[in-house]
């Protein structure tokens, strides 16, 4: 079956504008996760999402980020009012957690997200 | 906080040579302890995880608590190799990974 699947795989956005990046888990994958991978600053957690409980929304670095999962599948991650110091590779990923630990996280391609 | 540390942003080592690439977290309760890789143009993937006590492509890592360190080893370098590696941590009844900035390595050929 397919993978996690992200798109856009590209976003050229100017400076104020809104934008939205979608991520599809693996069919069957409980947990869903959303990176910021960016030169220096290695991978960023943002938001982790499982199940039906309330997300883990510690890592978004301001109140213009912010994430949904809707039907416990698709994930859209939204960032207002975009600035130049937001351009970085946002990455999804998912995993089936089975609360034993150790569960391999399976990653998309990323959207490389350019704010001019 | 959960915190790892990858020294190295680069490291070239030449083909046949041995590999470490280190990893430090901060310590609090029982640690898991992974290694992600990226090969040029694919995803990021699993390499090992310290739980499996496993070598994959003949990598290895011990999970050291007194020294809080989990570093990659290879005994003799292949070119396939070169790729950026990122240490990853998470506790246990904490899903969250946090990941290490990551460290590129290059084989010289």
Request: glycine residues 10%.
């Amino acid at each position: 079956g397919a993978g996690v699947s992200q798109s856009p795989s590209n976003k050229v956005t100017e400076k104020g504008k809104d934008v939205e990046l979608r991520c599809d888990p693996i069919s069957g994958h409980t947990a869903l996760y959303w990176y910021r991978q960016s030169l220096g600053q290695g991978l960023e957690f943002l938001i982790y999402f499982q199940g039906n409980s309330a997300p883990d929304k510690s890592g978004l670095p301001s109140d213009r980020f912010s994430a949904e999962r809707t039907g416990g599948s698709v994930s859209t991650l939204t960032i207002q009012r975009t600035q130049q110091e937001d351009s970085a590779v946002y990455l999804c990923a998912s995993s089936s957690h089975s609360g034993q630990g150790s569960e391999k996280l399976f990653f998309g391609s990323g959207t490389q997200l350019s704010v001019l | 906080a959960q915190r790892v540390t990858q020294p190295e942003k680069l490291l070239s080592v030449f083909k046949g040579a041995p590999v470490e690439l280190k990893c430090n977290y901060s310590y609090s309760g029982s640690p898991e302890l992974f290694w992600y890789v990226q090969y040029s143009r694919q995803r990021l993937q699993l390499l090992l995880r310290h739980i499996s006590r496993e070598s994959i492509k003949g990598f290895t890592a011990d999970l050291n608590k007194g020294e809080t360190s989990f570093h990659l080893k290879k005994p003799f370098a292949q070119e396939e190799d070169s790729a950026m590696y990122y240490c990853a941590l998470r506790y246990f009844g904490n899903e969250k990974l946090t990941f290490g900035t990551g460290t590129r390595l290059t084989i010289i050929p």
